[in-house]
């Protein structure tokens, strides 16, 4: 019951999980969600067999032990078998020892449940440290947004809102694209740690397990005289020491049936397979990361795929003349809100985009105390275009002295501006001109 407990609360807290803004992909999905979630099934279905079940059954005992100790006895301290089969063998691996034969000594599933629960924790690793980076930024900035709209007022208001903080930040957002891109290095790295993990936990055979499987699997067992056999054997040797009535030391052989192994042999096939077809799909990630961020215009492309939001000149020539993480950024909030907030969000950075620059020129008079009334240059780089652009807007509120280097927050003069859109700042103070500057 306890078991079956742990599984419901890990799966009621993925599905919590669900209600969340999306900051990932399906690959990346398939890592935390769907093998840790393997992963930790099958160390739950092991525990249970284990402690619920019989793992192990040996005898016959010896005359001076029960049955109950032999089986502890033969399940603490081991049990072996051939590691070359004989043709002969009455059971795969169980014949006479002679000169020459190699023992194979079978501790490994004491400790099954406990590498699949560390096989998952490790699945889950990179997901972790992407979301402590993210630290739930997109959630907070789609808030409201998720929803087809009700409020259109509300949801006009967040737009500018967000379509602010998008373009104060532009080409500030590459830390997190490189931190998300890295998590997806860890996802492939960590997919191949996991099987030369489980190839050295197994003895050296897991690599080339699946093929195997497919070459020996539909035999019935008395004929597999194979690695699927050595690996998870049915069937295995125990060797009881005690002493006899003379004191001296006589060895008991005893039989022992691993049915444990059945579920054992299981889970690693479906684990071979299931990681051989997870690697592939992480390394084409990383080679499409790599395309990425050499090709601006396939990240325009990638964007028109996904989204028809996004099929605008202007938008275009945004995001080819912005960096990865801009796009990255721009990828992710599509993913997380209401296809027409979208198309808002998208029209509103559009019109910002077309008038916003950079940097800002203040002609100033020295003797200026209050600096009503001074005429502002603004003289930058626009985001979407190649070329500067230079406006000149009277404001009447320009609060304080400024000195190069400052940031300065304009405000809208009486009467409205055609070049309102420009007011959303801070911006730079780049010369601090005389009177007749």
């Not at 979208?342 to 105390?369: A, T, Y």
């Not at 070329?387 to 190069?404: E, I, N, S, T």
Request: proline share 4%; glycine share 6%.
């Amino acid at each position: 019951m306890s078991a079956l407990a742990a599984l419901t609360t890990t799966f009621l807290k993925l599905k919590s999980n669900n209600s969340s803004a999306r900051i990932d992909n399906l690959i990346f999905h398939l890592h935390y969600r769907i093998t840790a979630v393997i992963l930790t099934a099958a160390a739950i279905l092991v525990t249970s067999t284990q402690h619920f079940g019989k793992a192990i059954s040996c005898g016959p005992p010896p005359p001076s032990l029960t049955t109950d100790l032999l089986e502890n006895y033969c399940w603490t301290r081991s049990t072996f078998s051939l590691q070359t089969p004989r043709t002969n063998d009455p059971y795969p691996g169980l014949n006479t020892l002679k000169d020459g034969d190699t023992i194979l000594q079978h501790t490994y599933y004491q400790w099954v449940w406990l590498v699949l629960t560390l096989q998952a924790a490790m699945f889950y690793f990179p997901r972790y440290i992407w979301k402590k980076i993210e630290n739930k930024r997109i959630s907070r900035l789609v808030k409201g947004l998720t929803e087809p709209i009700s409020d259109k007022q509300t949801t006009s208001v967040r737009i500018s809102m967000l379509t602010q903080y998008v373009l104060r930040n532009w080409n500030n957002f590459n830390f997190s694209a490189f931190a998300y891109f890295m998590c997806e290095f860890l996802n492939f790295l960590n997919v191949i740690a996991q099987i030369y993990v489980i190839d050295v936990f197994l003895g050296g055979t897991f690599t080339t397990y699946g093929l195997r499987v497919l070459q020996y699997g539909f035999l019935e067992p008395e004929y597999r005289n194979d690695t699927l056999v050595v690996i998870f054997p049915r069937v295995t040797k125990c060797s009881f020491r005690a002493f006899g009535p003379s004191g001296g030391i006589q060895v008991h052989d005893a039989i022992c049936v691993l049915p444990l192994n059945l579920l054992n042999e299981k889970i690693y096939v479906f684990l071979w397979f299931w990681l051989v077809f997870l690697a592939v799909p992480s390394a084409l990630v990383l080679v499409y990361r790599i395309l990425l961020f050499v090709c601006s215009p396939l990240r325009v492309k990638v964007l028109h795929w996904q989204y028809d939001s996004f099929r605008s000149r202007r938008l275009d020539r945004m995001v080819s003349g912005g960096k990865i993480g801009d796009w990255l950024f721009l990828n992710l909030l599509a993913k997380n809100v209401d296809e027409l907030a979208l198309d808002m969000l998208l029209d509103e950075f559009g019109k910002e985009n077309e008038e916003l620059s950079d940097d800002v020129k203040v002609r100033i008079p020295n003797s200026c105390e209050y600096c009503d009334g001074a005429t502002v240059e603004l003289l930058g780089q626009n985001l979407a275009e190649s070329k500067r652009k230079r406006r000149f807007v009277g404001d009447k509120l320009l609060q304080g002295v400024h000195k190069v280097g400052d940031q300065v927050v304009l405000a809208k003069g009486e009467g409205g501006s055609r070049f309102e859109s420009i007011y959303s700042g801070p911006y730079k103070v780049l010369q601090r001109l005389g009177a007749n500057g």
